[in-house]
């Protein structure tokens, strides 16, 4: 999350200091045994300052978090090797965590066979020994076991955990010994899965999923997502519209925190601008109606983490400093700006910078305890600029909405409607239809659009005018 906000604060100051600052932690944290070299995914924190000892537990908040920063990296820098990292680590996770309903478990055991890290690790012998059953000369073995730091000695418990340490071998001669290390990985006693499902990390993954999908052009990632939006129909969403916060075997129980409420709704804003189905957007809407109603603090004018559906204890709980998860304040105040944009409804916003202003001062004494927080002020200290993509009954905009997703434009608001969708009185979308029978894109700042245009091109170069 820090990091997100200070690409974001490059994008302001222009200053190469702050962006050479993200790239190393993002090449270092890549290239490291927190990594997985192999099958992709992060671990979930490192136990050293150069991130080569991972605690081998993988998490799904950490690995959403994680593919959206890169993503985020890839979108600024345009560099393929952040792109490569956000596929890798989403194919982890639809991969080994996805569950049938549609949503996803919570995490992978750091430990099998009785020791941590025991499925990840490789002795000299082993590595060498699974490479020449794959056909690799000694030569390229040791190219291999030089770029991942395998070592007779290993560099940790007498074994080597895989990183990225010397030259690179050949991109064919990598790919060979990659696929057949995991093979050999495969036959390993595997860590334990938690198959608990929780609504927020749920939520922050249909974030990554819909964003990368949609600015990647993966479908599979987009159908993942969609996936998720129905296990919250199906599973988490109670009849009287609240959420439950986990559930497991299809069956949800304990009623959800302020956090699942915001983290839901901001995935499903992104499902929205990458697939332009209104049911998404009021879906988003609807959750954050309810969670102003079961959470929201008129005397502090901010949220409080619990409902009244939860046990009352002697000091109810208000988060808003951004640990290991967002903050439930800080995803609130960022999606309540959005809604504001889209729905016109001013109360969104006026809520969304009394949260801001809770945090105040703090954000200059601390601010890497607010990443996300940070990025909803820098969402206020912009000028709004969307793209609304009108459709037709037999066109869904793809190519135009396609092109809106892919630059790097964090505070860039994507929403589509078909005129017979229920969204379509909403202010924004007010007197904007398709022209000549085809999608047709409007890009505006506020409510001061440029001229209507069905052309995907002409997208892409009215979102950079904007930009700048």
Same mark, same amino acid.
């Given at each position: ?109 750091? #430990? ?167 049911? #998404? ?188």
């Amino acid at each position: 999350m820090t990091l997100e906000f200070l690409l974001r604060a490059r994008r302001r100051s222009q200053d190469p200091d702050i962006l050479r600052m993200v790239t190393v932690t993002l090449d270092a944290m890549a290239n490291g045994g927190i990594h997985d070299q192999l099958g992709g995914g992060f671990a979930r924190y490192s136990t050293d300052a150069d991130w080569l000892v991972p605690h081998f537990e993988k998490m799904l908040y950490d690995n959403a978090l994680m593919a959206h920063a890169y993503l985020e990296a890839f979108r600024a820098t345009g560099e393929a090797r952040y792109r490569a990292v956000v596929e890798s680590t989403l194919d982890f996770v639809l991969r080994e965590l996805v569950t049938p309903d549609g949503g996803f478990a919570s995490a992978l055991d750091a #430990d099998s066979e009785g020791e941590e890290g025991r499925f990840y690790v490789w002795t000299d012998a082993e590595l060498r020994s699974v490479l020449a059953d794959a056909g690799l000369s000694a030569s390229e073995a040791d190219a291999v076991a030089r770029y991942w730091d395998v070592t007779p000695d290993g560099n940790w418990e007498g074994r080597s955990i895989l990183h990225i340490a010397g030259p690179a071998p050949e991109p064919a001669l990598l790919d060979r010994a990659r696929l057949a290390l995991l093979a050999a990985r495969e036959q390993r006693i595997r860590p334990a899965r938690d198959e608990k499902q929780l609504a927020a990390w749920n939520g922050l993954l249909l974030r990554a999923l819909a964003e990368a999908g949609g600015a990647l052009g993966r479908t599979d990632y987009l159908a993942a997502a969609e996936g998720i939006a129905g296990f919250v129909r199906t599973v988490l969403l109670q009849p009287d519209g609240a959420l439950w916060r986990t559930a497991r075997d299809g069956v949800g129980h304990t009623p959800a925190f302020l956090e699942d409420y915001a983290c839901l709704a901001d995935g499903l804003l992104a499902l929205h601008a990458a697939v332009g189905r209104a049911d #998404d957007l009021l879906l988003a809407r609807q959750l954050m109606d309810r969670a102003i109603a079961d959470f929201w603090d008129d005397e502090a004018g901010a949220f409080w983490d619990t409902s009244a559906a939860h046990e009352a204890i002697v000091a109810r709980p208000r988060s808003v400093i951004d640990g290991a998860t967002p903050a439930g304040n800080s995803v609130a105040a960022d999606v309540l700006l959005r809604l504001a944009l889209v729905t016109g409804d001013a109360d969104y916003d006026r809520r969304a910078r009394s949260i801001l202003r809770i945090a105040g001062d703090a954000l200059d004494r601390q601010p890497q305890l607010f990443g996300r927080m940070l990025c909803a002020v820098d969402r206020v200290l912009s000028d709004p600029i969307d793209v609304v993509i009108a459709t037709t009954p037999s066109d869904a905009g793809n190519d135009l909405r396609a092109v809106a997703l892919r630059p790097y434009a964090p505070d860039l608001v994507v929403a589509s409607l078909n005129r017979e969708d229920p969204t379509a009185d909403w202010p924004l979308f007010a007197d904007k239809r398709p022209l000549e029978g085809k999608p047709t894109a409007y890009v505006c700042r506020g409510y001061a659009c440029l001229a209507p245009t069905s052309d995907p091109a002409g997208v892409e170069r009215q979102i950079a005018e904007l930009r700048k």
